[in-house]
Structures are given as structure tokens and as C-alpha cells.
């Protein structure tokens, strides 16, 4: 029987670096100090417990107690003495990675069995945090009208579209219970943690602690719930659908039903029967499907030239042949539908051991609106990945000062793009349909995508983590993390010609019609850290070792792609030294400064982009080669900030930023040198490289009226520039196929959004009701002014126009025999707004200067149906409908 190498391979570098050990911090840590109320004098010897858990710690000879290794979340906090009355803290809140200062002053007890009951309330001003973090905890995610932690991400100052302080995408690192979970292939999250099921999001911009690697511009560290002692369960579910009365500009919405779109959640917990006390379970699962606001109409079906149902259609006095005419039902073009299931063991184990096991596998479906199949929906690409994760943690602890953390798991993502399953269907029409049945100005009469990919990223990541409070001042971290990783790719285009006897076929694997490989690459990462709390700062300081090993081949002459003899690529490594300092001004305001080197190699799709090294003369420059020696992107990021607290419940900050890029993906032109047995000499083609370069700088604004008297408020208001060489890493080939130079100097890029203000104003009584209304208003996005597909002016010197989005989300609530029932109404973009996501460049606006457009239509469509385009535009306004309930 073989035996599997990566496992082994894991377990081997785990006996060699377990003294070094990595985790990302998913716990926080309270401490304080106890005095005598009398004198004023220190209390040795106190006992410290967190309430309903076995955590707990007793003060030292000068009254001082820290408790380590606490999930984030709502505790309450108890001191007791001989002869004193017991302290009981309530509403003790616990955040990721941030210490909670609970101090204790207690009375002589009078009356035996005497205690004192305090109510806390969470600071306004967080004094040892050294960077930009927000941490939403699950009561803060109810209120907000959000589908998914994404929708989270994106309400924080300084996230333009899913770019963190004016990075590429990609350049995020997302963690579930301390573990990686991004697809290498593109860096895009494996899978999302639906909100039913997470404890607390912890999302850092900017700069980040040693601890974090493989990222440039932020960390979202999510912590997923665990089942208590006693059964809990939730439901929610929601209906509803896109309510618009623009349906000139999006057809088929007239047709409001309550399944258009709807979500059904659930969750239970508690403990696990016939195990007594000591295991506990917390389930979640979710069903969602959205219809899309996106339609077409089958005018027509995906059949080919070559149709036995072929005919001429009359179109306005011209003759029109079409293959085969279709119903002329609705299709949407743009539906989505999600499905998960999540289930997490906890259990006790050698006295206050702890492991815990969670699975999730979840499948989603859906397909990419294409603007050219507005009449032949039945042609378009079909999407849908499947993503499996199963995670294991061991905590140990190695006294009341140290414990030890083991994190092993496995997560695999298997994306498909497909029109049919089977790519020797039948119904694959032939493969220059499209291009026989396209026309000026016109939607395809028929044809289909003859794309057929199949992708898996497969990832086991072993990593261990010990934390230890060496002293009073100093909490120390120290690691080692391993990632490997098997990419697989099989992406075709289906043949169906003479050279097939017209029927559909699959090309040789190693041409330029059929891509296949699988690669091993894999990465290491090690860091040490100190979290240094004097009271008059807290600092932290670490620097963290990244290393990577693409273990590929690459050419040693790329002017001879055919016959250059092959190297096996570089290994990569860095030091990254990070600093950060909070200093308190007093005890309501602070002062924060950070600095750090940041290290994340580029998406590995375009490590191993056309690995055969296959020139393709018909594609030329539209297909590079991917470059398996390519350098690791770096980022230094300075940041400064002031948080100062106005009163009670209000609270002002004040950031800037300054962030320099370096070695950003970009691309190459290569030429087939002469005089060699090359094919294609002299030909050109691209290839991927390390060649550009961003700078990024602005400051944020945020205003914080904590909910209370019945209202809240924030504000945040961003001021951001952000600009490189090249937006697009295909650029340099893009810009070689238009007849232009490339840019040489800094211009903005695709998302320098320099305006961004996010409202959020809160009515409510909490647990009775509440009402949420989010406002995000950006300025316009950039774009680069043509005519007659010219550029006429410097790239992204135009701009577009603003955006303006409003989103409400209520909840009334009736508690009853301990049962929690609520209403809720979710409406997105509550004023029906008609925000331009995406413009023509001669007007900079969704319609085109139709004196540089002659020309009549030549399909079964208006010139003006064509130009007409609903997918420039932002979602109309989506009302939903819910109801939840939870015990």
C-alpha cells in the first residue's frame, strides 16, 4: 500500500520545530490588580475566577492577577478572600488579541456570604492596541445588515471593493480559529463562516503584529462559536426579492415573488448526551439563494452553425439567420446559491486540556452575467465549488502563566466552470459558433462557451503556538507554522470540427487548447513576539521569517521556450521586523504608532500560468507564462493614530497612513530568439514578473456615539490616495496590444476611491427592538478616457461618478417562557439608488457618444438594446422579510 507523502512530511517538520511554535491569536487576556478598599493597600493571595469555566488565577504579593487563553466573548469575573466580601464584575467583555483591565477593590466582609455585584461597561478607548483593529462581536453582526462577513469587511473605513487601505485584491489574510483558510491559487477566501456561527470578527488594517503572515494590507482573524452546557438553539429565516420600478433597465423584476431570495439558518449546541459534562457540540447550517436582478431572454438556444433547425428570421427589413430559436422565457443570469453545514466537538481533557474538532463542507453555485448572451442564457457558463475544511486544536496548559497550542487542518476548495458536466455532451454545438454568430452590435443568435475548467487547491497546514506572561510586563509568543499545498488544474477548451467529426472532444493535454497540471508548492513562516504592558505603554515588538518554495522547474533562456534546458526554481525567504506603540495620554485618550515590513507571494496561479511553456501564435500575447521564481510583493507601512474618548459614550480617532509597494506582479515581454530549433521565432510573447510598484497614503476619521439614551452613531470618513504604475498585472501586454507605452509614473489606480464616508445610526432598546441604518458614500472610481477606442489622455486621469447607498435593517423582539422571537426587515440600497459601477470610456458615463459608434446592428437586437447595459449599474433596492427565533 503507498503511503501518502505530505502527512509524512508534516509530522517531520513538527518534531523538528516544535520548541518554535505560530499561532494566530484567536483568545484575549484580563487582568488587573486587587487592593484593600480601606487602605489602599495591595491584596496578595486572591482568588480571580471566570464564572461557568475552570479559568481563573489568584494575585500576587503586590495584587496583581493576569488570566491567559480566554475566547472572546461576555464573562463574568468573581474575587474572593477570607474575611472580605466576594467582588462580582459583570458584563466583562473579552476581544481578540486585546487585554481587558478588570481591577478589584475589596470591603472586610460584614455579613458573611456578603458580595458586591458591578455592571462593566467595555472602554471606549482600548489602550494596548498598536494598530488599526475592529473586532464586531455576534450580538454587534445581528444588528447590522450584513449576508456574510464580507459584507462586514466592507463597511470599515479604508475597504474600497474588497481593497484594504488601496492594496491589490489578494492581499488580505483570512483566519478561521487561528488558521489560514485562503486559496493560494488566487488568494480569495476556501470558504465563508457564516455569521450564525461566528463568535467574534477581528479585522486589522494597515499593520499587523508578527504573528501574522502571508499578507500585505490586513488580517481578517474570525472566531467561530462553541456549544455551552445547556441546549441552545436559533433559527432564521428570510424571504424576499428585488422590489424596483426600474424594470426598463432590468427586465423581469416585475415578476416579484417571495422566493427571489431567501436565507434559512439554524444552530444548535450544547452538550453532547451520554459524555457527561465534559464534551460539547455547537452546529450550524445554512441555505441561500439569491435569483439575481441579471436576465435574459432565450430568444434563441446554444446551438451551432451547423443545426438541422436553422432558419432565416425578418428584423427590421434585414434577414437574419439564427440555428435554432428558443422560447423567449426569463433566464436569470446572475442567480447564486450557497449551501453549509458546520460541526464543532469541544471537549475537557486531562483536567484543563482542551480539544476541539470542526468540520465544515460547503457547496455553492451560481453563474458571472455576460452582457453578449442577453439572448442565448442557455450558452453561459455554469460555476460552483465545493469546500471542505476539517480543523484540529489542542490546548494545554503549562501552568497559570504558559500554554500550549497544536493546530493541525486540511482544507480543499474544487472549483468547476462548466456549460455541461460531461465535456463529450452532445449538445456542445460547434466550437466557432460564437464567433460565426456574433455581428456588430449584436448578442450572440446562438453558440455556447465552450470553456470546461476544473481547478483544486488542496491545503494542510500544521501549527504550533505557545504564549507565556514571563512576567508581570512581558507576554512573549514564539512559532513555527507549515503549509503545503497541492494545486491541480485541468482547463480545456471542448473541440467540436471537421477535425472531430463534429462531434464534441477533448483536446491532448500539453497544447495550448488543454492546460493540466498538479503542483506541490509549500511555505514555512516563524516568529517571536513581545506584548510589553508598563502602564504607561503598551509595545509590541516582533519579527517574523517567511519562507517559500514554489518546487517547479523554470527556463533558463526564455528566448528558447521549446528547447531551453530547465532549473528548478528559487526558494524565497524574508525577515520582517514590526514595531508598534500605544502610549496613553490619559485614561480616555491614547496615541498609536506602527511600522513593519510585510511579506505575501503573488496569487500561485500565475506561478504556474502555461507550465508546458507552450507558445500559442493565435493567443500571442493574450496568453504569458507564469513564472514559478517569481519574488515574493512587499509592503513597509507606517501608521500613527489618536483615540480620545469626549464623554461616556462618545469617542473620537484620528489615523494616517503611509504604505510603500514593491515588487507587485506585473508582466514582461519576451521575444523567441532566431537561430535556434524554436518554432515561431522572433514572435513575442509575455510572460509574469515582479515589475510593479504603489504608494498608498491618507488618514481616517471615525466618530463613535455609543447606543445608549436609545440612539447610537458612527462615522467614519476616509481620505485616500492610491496609485501605482499599473492596476492590472497584465498591463504591460495590454498596453503592447493597444500601441501604447505603459506608464512609467504614478497614476491612480482602478479603486482610488479619495472619498469614502460610512454612517451608521442605531435606534433601539436592546433585546426589545432595534433599528440599524448603514449610509456609505464614496466618490467616483477612476477610469482611463477614449474615443473610438483611442486613449486620448493618461490611464485612470478620468473620473467616475459618485455612490450612494443606504441599507436598513430592524428587529423587533418578544422574549416569552424563554423563548426569544423576533421580526426582522432587511432592505439593501433602501432608496433604489442607481449607482454607475461601471461606465463607457468616451463619456465616463453608462451611455456611449454614439457619434464614435456607427454602424447599424446586424443580429436579432436594437443597436440601442445593445448599448443598453444593466450590469453598469449596482443592484436595485432587495426587501426581505424574516423571522428568527432562539432558546
Known amino acids: 500500500m503507498a503511503i501518502p507523502i505530505r502527512p509524512i512530511r508534516l509530522l517531520l517538520f513538527l518534531i523538528l520545530f516544535a520548541p518554535q511554535t505560530v499561532n494566530a491569536q484567536t483568545t484575549g487576556k484580563i487582568s488587573g490588580r486587587v487592593m484593600d478598599a480601606t487602605d489602599g493597600q495591595p491584596l496578595p493571595g486572591v482568588n480571580v475566577v471566570l464564572e461557568g469555566t475552570v479559568q481563573g488565577s489568584s494575585s500576587d504579593v503586590e495584587g496583581d492577577y493576569f488570566i491567559l487563553n480566554i475566547r472572546p466573548g461576555t464573562y463574568i469575573v468573581r474575587a474572593s ?12 467583555q473579552v476581544s481578540i488579541g486585546q487585554t481587558t483591565l478588570v481591577d478589584f477593590n475589596l470591603q472586610e466582609e460584614i455579613i458573611e456570604g456578603e458580595e458586591i455585584v458591578i455592571i462593566a461597561e467595555k472602554p471606549l478607548v482600548q489602550h494596548d492596541l498598536t494598530s488599526s483593529v475592529i473586532s464586531i462581536s455576534a450580538s454587534e453582526l445581528e444588528t447590522l445588515p450584513v449576508l456574510n462577513f464580507s459584507d462586514v469587511v466592507a463597511l470599515q473605513a479604508g475597504v474600497v471593493d474588497g481593497h484594504f487601505r488601496g492594496g491589490r485584491s489578494g492581499e488580505v489574510s483570512y483566519l478561521v480559529d487561528g488558521i489560514p483558510i485562503n486559496d493560494v491559487y488566487n488568494q480569495s477566501f476556501a470558504y465563508e463562516v457564516q455569521n450564525n456561527a461566528i463568535q467574534e470578527v477581528n479585522i486589522i488594517s494597515g499593520t499587523f503584529n508578527a504573528e501574522f503572515g502571508q499578507a500585505q494590507s490586513g488580517v481578517v482573524n474570525i472566531v467561530t462559536k462553541e456549544g455551552g452546557d445547556r441546549l441552545e438553539a436559533s433559527g432564521n429565516f428570510y424571504f424576499g426579492d428585488y422590489v424596483s420600478p426600474g424594470t426598463d433597465l432590468f427586465g423581469n423584476l416585475d415578476d ?96 484543563t486540556s482542551k480539544l ?32 471542505k475544511s476539517l480543523t484540529l486544536t489542542y490546548t494545554h496548559l503549562l501552568g497559570q502563566k504558559s500554554f500550549l497550542d497544536f493546530k493541525g487542518a486540511f482544507f480543499e476548495n474544487d472549483v468547476d466552470r462548466f456549460l455541461y458536466s460531461d465535456p463529450l455532451d452532445a449538445r456542445y454545438p460547434n466550437d466557432n ?43 512573549v509568543k514564539a512559532g513555527f507554522e507549515y503549509k503545503d499545498h497541492e494545486l491541480f488544474l485541468d482547463d480545456f477548451e471542448v473541440k467540436n470540427n471537421s477535425g472531430t467529426d463534429f462531434k464534441a472532444a477533448i483536446p491532448p493535454a500539453g497544447t495550448p487548447d488543454h492546460v493540466l497540471y498538479t503542483r506541490e508548492p509549500f511555505e514555512m513562516g516563524a516568529y517571536i513576539q513581545d506584548k510589553m504592558e508598563f502602564g504607561i505603554m503598551t509595545v509590541n515588538a516582533g519579527v517574523r521569517w517567511d519562507y517559500f518554495d514554489a518546487n517547479s522547474e523554470v527556463l533558463e533562456d526564455f528566448g528558447r521556450p521549446r528547447t531551453s534546458p530547465r532549473t528548478s526554481s528559487t526558494p524565497k525567504s524574508q525577515l520582517s521586523p514590526r514595531i508598534g506603540l500605544a502610549y496613553p495620554l490619559s485614561e480616555q485618550g491614547v496615541v498609536h504608532v506602527s511600522y513593519g515590513h510585510f511579506f505575501q507571494m503573488p496569487p500561485f496561479q ?86 510593479d510598484f504603489g504608494q498608498v497614503k491618507g488618514f481616517i476619521l471615525s466618530f463613535e456615539k455609543r447606543l445608549s439614551d436609545g440612539y447610537g452613531i458612527q462615522i467614519d470618513y476616509t481620505f485616500q490616495v492610491a496609485e501605482g504604475n499599473a492596476s ?12 501604447i507605452e505603459s506608464e512609467k509614473q504614478l497614476v491612480p489606480l482602478d479603486w482610488d476611491r479619495r472619498h469614502q464616508l460610512n454612517t451608521t445610526f442605531t435606534l433601539g432598546s436592546p433585546g426589545k427592538w432595534v433599528a440599524t441604518l448603514i449610509g456609505k458614500l464614496g466618490s467616483g472610481l477612476p477610469y482611463t478616457p477614449s474615443l473610438a477606442d483611442e486613449r486620448i489622455s493618461v ?45 463607457f470610456t468616451d463619456t465616463g458615463r453608462t451611455f456611449p457618444n454614439l457619434q464614435f459608434l456607427p454602424g447599424e446592428a446586424q443580429g436579432l437586437n436594437t443597436k440601442e438594446q445593445f448599448l443598453t447595459r444593466p450590469d453598469f449599474f449596482s443592484p436595485p433596492r432587495q426587501i426581505t422579510l424574516g423571522l428568527s427565533f432562539s432558546f
Open 81 to 92: 478572600f477570607i474575611g472580605y466580601a466576594s467582588v462580582v464584575v459583570q458584563n466583562v
Open 256 to 351: 416579484v415573488t417571495p422566493s427571489g431570495v431567501y436565507d434559512l439558518e439554524g444552530t444548535l449546541g450544547g452538550r453532547v448526551p451520554f459524555l457527561g459534562n465534559r464534551v460539547n457540540f455547537f452546529s450550524s447550517a445554512r441555505l441561500f439563494r439569491n435569483e439575481g436582478f441579471l436576465f435574459g431572454r432565450n430568444i434563441v438556444n446554444p446551438a451551432g452553425t451547423n443545426a438541422d433547425t436553422g432558419q432565416l428570421v425578418q428584423v427590421d427589413g434585414r434577414e437574419v439567420f439564427v440555428p435554432s430559436l428558443g422560447d423567449s422565457s426569463w433566464s436569470s443570469m446572475n442567480w447564486s446559491e450557497l449551501s453549509t453545514v458546520q460541526l464543532k466537538l469541544t471537549a475537557r481533557i486531562f483536567g
Open 356 to 387: 476541539s474538532v470542526n468540520a465544515l463542507i460547503q457547496d455553492t453555485q451560481g453563474q458571472d452575467f455576460d452582457h453578449l448572451f442577453q439572448y442565448n442564457p442557455g450558452g453561459l457558463l455554469r460555476n460552483s465549488a465545493t469546500a
Open 433 to 475: 459558433a460564437l464567433r460565426q454568430l456574433a455581428g456588430n452590435f449584436s448578442f450572440f443568435r446562438g453558440g455556447a462557451s465552450m470553456t470546461h475548467t476544473d481547478r483544486k487547491t488542496t491545503t494542510y497546514v500544521a501549527k504550533l503556538d505557545l504564549t507565556s506572561q514571563i512576567t508581570k510586563n512581558h507576554l
Open 606 to 691: 500565475f506561478l504556474f500560468t502555461n507550465p508546458d511553456y507552450i507558445f500559442d501564435p493565435e493567443e500571442g500575447l493574450n496568453r504569458p507564462f507564469g513564472y514559478p521564481d517569481l519574488e515574493p510583493q512587499r509592503t513597509i507601512a507606517y501608521e500613527i493614530g489618536l483615540s480620545q474618548a469626549l464623554a461616556s459614550d462618545i469617542k473620537i480617532d484620528v489615523t494616517t497612513y503611509f504604505r510603500d509597494i514593491r515588487n507587485l506582479l506585473g508582466t514582461r515581454i519576451e521575444i523567441i530568439s532566431a537561430g535556434f530549433d524554436e518554432f515561431f521565432q522572433l514572435s513575442r510573447y509575455g510572460r509574469f514578473i515582479n515589475r
Open 728 to 739: 492590472d498585472p497584465r498591463s504591460v501586454l495590454l498596453d503592447e496590444q493597444a500601441g
Open 795 to 839: 490611464e485612470n486621469s478620468g473620473r467616475r461618478r459618485g455612490t450612494v447607498t443606504f441599507d436598513l435593517f430592524a428587529r423587533k423582539t418578544v422574549i416569552e417562557r424563554g423563548w426569544r422571537l423576533s421580526l426582522i426587515a432587511r432592505i439593501f440600497n433602501l432608496f433604489d439608488t442607481r449607482n454607475e459601477v461601471n461606465v
